[in-house]
Nanobody
Framework: QVRLVESGGGSVQAGGSLRLSCAASGDTYTSYCMGWFRQAPGKEREGVAILSPGSRRIYYGDSVQGRFTISRDNAKNMLYLQMNSLKPDDTAIYYC????????????????????WGQGTQVTVSS
Protein backbone atom coordinates (compact mmCIF):
# COMPACT_ATOMS: atom_id res chain seq x y z
CA GLN A 1 0.00 0.00 0.00
CA VAL A 2 1.32 3.42 -0.98
CA ARG A 3 0.00 6.70 0.35
CA LEU A 4 0.70 9.90 -1.56
CA VAL A 5 0.24 13.48 -0.38
CA GLU A 6 0.83 16.43 -2.70
CA SER A 7 1.64 20.02 -1.80
CA GLY A 8 2.90 23.16 -3.49
CA GLY A 9 0.11 24.18 -5.82
CA GLY A 10 -1.12 27.74 -6.10
CA SER A 11 -1.71 30.67 -8.40
CA VAL A 12 0.95 32.26 -10.54
CA GLN A 13 1.16 34.55 -13.55
CA ALA A 14 2.21 33.27 -16.93
CA GLY A 15 5.96 32.84 -17.14
CA GLY A 16 6.26 32.09 -13.45
CA SER A 17 7.36 28.95 -11.65
CA LEU A 18 6.01 26.52 -9.07
CA ARG A 19 7.36 23.38 -7.47
CA LEU A 20 5.05 20.56 -6.52
CA SER A 21 5.99 18.01 -3.89
CA CYS A 22 4.65 14.53 -3.23
CA ALA A 23 5.35 12.68 -0.01
CA ALA A 24 5.18 8.92 -0.46
CA SER A 25 4.79 6.35 2.28
CA GLY A 26 7.03 3.32 1.96
CA ASP A 27 9.92 2.60 -0.35
CA THR A 28 8.81 3.39 -3.88
CA TYR A 29 12.20 3.82 -5.51
CA THR A 30 12.97 0.37 -6.88
CA SER A 31 9.61 -1.10 -7.81
CA TYR A 32 7.22 1.71 -8.68
CA CYS A 33 6.57 4.00 -11.58
CA MET A 34 6.15 7.43 -9.98
CA GLY A 35 4.76 10.41 -11.75
CA TRP A 36 2.61 13.46 -12.13
CA PHE A 37 -0.68 13.70 -13.97
CA ARG A 38 -2.98 16.64 -14.44
CA GLN A 39 -6.63 17.18 -15.23
CA ALA A 40 -8.14 20.39 -16.50
CA PRO A 41 -11.91 21.01 -16.43
CA GLY A 42 -13.65 19.04 -19.16
CA LYS A 43 -10.48 17.19 -20.16
CA GLU A 44 -9.09 13.73 -19.53
CA ARG A 45 -6.36 13.16 -17.00
CA GLU A 46 -3.02 13.28 -18.80
CA GLY A 47 0.47 12.16 -17.91
CA VAL A 48 2.83 15.07 -17.36
CA ALA A 49 6.08 13.48 -16.17
CA ILE A 50 6.92 9.96 -15.02
CA LEU A 51 9.96 8.26 -13.51
CA SER A 52 10.55 4.57 -14.07
CA PRO A 53 11.65 2.32 -11.18
CA GLY A 54 15.15 3.28 -10.14
CA SER A 55 14.74 6.49 -12.16
CA ARG A 56 16.25 4.77 -15.19
CA ARG A 57 13.91 6.45 -17.64
CA ILE A 58 11.92 9.68 -17.64
CA TYR A 59 8.82 10.51 -19.63
CA TYR A 60 7.62 14.04 -20.31
CA GLY A 61 4.44 15.03 -22.07
CA ASP A 62 5.00 16.97 -25.27
CA SER A 63 3.36 20.09 -23.89
CA VAL A 64 5.72 20.33 -20.89
CA GLN A 65 8.98 19.10 -22.43
CA GLY A 66 11.76 21.59 -21.69
CA ARG A 67 9.72 23.47 -19.07
CA PHE A 68 8.99 20.89 -16.37
CA THR A 69 11.46 18.70 -14.49
CA ILE A 70 10.59 15.65 -12.42
CA SER A 71 12.94 14.54 -9.67
CA ARG A 72 12.99 12.51 -6.49
CA ASP A 73 14.72 12.43 -3.14
CA ASN A 74 14.97 8.76 -2.27
CA ALA A 75 16.15 9.33 1.28
CA LYS A 76 13.03 11.36 2.01
CA ASN A 77 10.63 9.38 -0.21
CA MET A 78 9.72 12.61 -1.97
CA LEU A 79 8.79 13.25 -5.59
CA TYR A 80 8.97 16.73 -7.10
CA LEU A 81 7.80 18.56 -10.18
CA GLN A 82 9.56 21.82 -10.98
CA MET A 83 7.41 23.83 -13.35
CA ASN A 84 8.95 26.78 -15.15
CA SER A 85 7.68 29.12 -17.87
CA LEU A 86 4.14 28.33 -16.86
CA LYS A 87 1.32 28.99 -19.31
CA PRO A 88 -2.43 29.43 -18.79
CA ASP A 89 -2.88 26.03 -20.49
CA ASP A 90 -1.02 24.45 -17.55
CA THR A 91 -3.94 25.30 -15.28
CA ALA A 92 -5.25 22.04 -13.83
CA ILE A 93 -5.40 19.85 -10.77
CA TYR A 94 -2.08 18.04 -10.50
CA TYR A 95 -1.93 14.54 -9.06
CA CYS A 96 0.93 12.42 -7.85
CA UNK A 97 0.54 8.76 -8.82
CA UNK A 98 2.29 5.44 -8.35
CA UNK A 99 2.13 2.09 -10.12
CA UNK A 100 3.74 -1.12 -8.93
CA UNK A 101 6.18 -2.25 -11.61
CA UNK A 102 8.53 -4.86 -10.07
CA UNK A 103 9.93 -6.07 -13.40
CA UNK A 104 11.16 -2.58 -14.39
CA UNK A 105 8.81 -2.48 -17.33
CA UNK A 106 7.67 0.57 -19.24
CA UNK A 107 5.88 3.27 -17.29
CA UNK A 108 3.17 4.31 -19.69
CA UNK A 109 1.58 7.73 -19.08
CA UNK A 110 -1.91 6.22 -18.94
CA UNK A 111 -3.87 7.24 -15.87
CA UNK A 112 -5.98 4.10 -15.52
CA UNK A 113 -2.84 1.98 -15.13
CA UNK A 114 -1.94 3.72 -11.86
CA UNK A 115 -3.43 2.37 -8.67
CA UNK A 116 -2.23 4.88 -6.11
CA TRP A 117 -3.17 8.56 -6.21
CA GLY A 118 -2.77 11.63 -4.09
CA GLN A 119 -5.62 14.01 -3.39
CA GLY A 120 -4.48 16.53 -6.00
CA THR A 121 -3.30 20.12 -5.82
CA GLN A 122 -4.64 23.03 -7.85
CA VAL A 123 -2.33 24.98 -10.15
CA THR A 124 -3.75 28.15 -11.70
CA VAL A 125 -1.82 30.19 -14.24
CA SER A 126 -3.20 33.58 -15.20
CA SER A 127 -2.33 35.51 -18.35
Amino acid sequence: QVRLVESGGGSVQAGGSLRLSCAASGDTYTSYCMGWFRQAPGKEREGVAILSPGSRRIYYGDSVQGRFTISRDNAKNMLYLQMNSLKPDDTAIYYCAAKYEPLAGTCYPTANLYRYWGQGTQVTVSS
